[in-house]
């Protein structure tokens, strides 16, 4: 089976630039995640989604940072204006099921797609 | 809140002994853990995990994670390490705070380096 897409695996920017990341998940895969990996630090996610809705965002800094996922399938994250601190890897994954008929997740494991490597000068 | 903690940024091993990548976690209830690998220029990859059961979790190659509920950690264990067991190791837990929606913490990571 085929894994999680991204592209542009690098990108290279000046601060105040935009740019925008795309991200196809595994065949029905129900859940996205895109998060974001500073050099040593672990990943943190910036937003869920749950085919086309946004589960959590609570860390994704709004005044930059947008995303979405019109169909349900592949998702975009774009930054605009790019700052300096937003060097970092941008990883999405995906999983098979989210929200269960009771509002619980039902946990399915995550797989990571190779990520974007955002460098900002 | 629920955190992870890897205590380690780096651990060394010679070739053929057993490794052990170590990690504790703080959470409310119990807990959902997670170990991944992440190879150069590669996404992260899962390697196993503890929902509930056998405290001994075995997962892919020739990983297992011993789940303490006592001492609240979940170190990472291999027999006898290889060259190509070097790479970045995380540990995660399900974050079962406000609106329980599955998302990972994921602690610092810890480079394991094996040595011929």
């Known amino acids: 089976e085929a894994g999680v897409a991204q592209s542009p695996r690098y990108k290279i920017i000046e601060k105040r630039q935009s740019v925008a990341f795309w991200c196809n998940p595994i065949?029905?895969?129900?859940?996205l995640y895109w998060y974001q990996q500073i050099l040593g630090q672990g990943p943190k996610l910036l937003i869920q989604?749950?085919?086309?809705?946004?589960?959590?965002d609570s860390q994704l800094p709004k005044d930059r940072f947008s995303a979405e996922r019109l169909k349900g399938v592949d998702s975009t994250l774009k930054i605009q204006p790019a700052k300096l601190e937003d060097s970092a890897v941008y990883l999405c994954?995906?999983?098979?099921?989210?929200?269960?008929?009771?509002?619980?997740?039902?946990?399915?494991?995550?797989?990571f797609g190779p990520g974007t490597r955002l460098t900002v000068l | 809140a629920q955190s992870v903690a890897q205590p380690e940024d780096q651990v060394n091993v010679a070739e053929g002994n057993p490794l052990t990548v170590k990690c504790t976690y703080s959470?409310?209830?119990?807990?959902?853990l997670f170990w991944y690998v992440q190879y150069p220029n590669r996404g992260l990859q899962f390697l196993l995990k503890?929902?509930?059961?056998?405290?001994l979790v075995k997962g892919s190659y020739g990983f297992e994670a011993e789940f303490n509920k006592s001492q609240t950690s979940f170190h990472l264990k291999k027999p006898s390490a290889l060259v190509s067991d070097s790479a970045l190791y995380f540990c995660?837990?399900?974050?079962?705070?406000?609106?329980?929606?599955?998302?990972?913490?994921f602690g610092q990571g810890t480079t394991l380096q094996v040595k011929p």
């Open positions: 065949s029905g895969h129900a859940t």
């Open positions: 503890y929902i509930t059961g056998d405290n």
């Open positions: 995660a837990v399900r974050d079962m705070g406000s609106g329980n929606t599955g998302k990972l913490i």
């Open positions: 959470v409310s209830g119990n807990p959902y």
């Open positions: 994954a995906s999983s098979l099921r989210g929200l269960a008929g009771n509002s619980r997740f039902s946990y399915n494991e995550q797989f």
């Open positions: 989604f749950q085919n086309n809705g946004v589960v959590d």
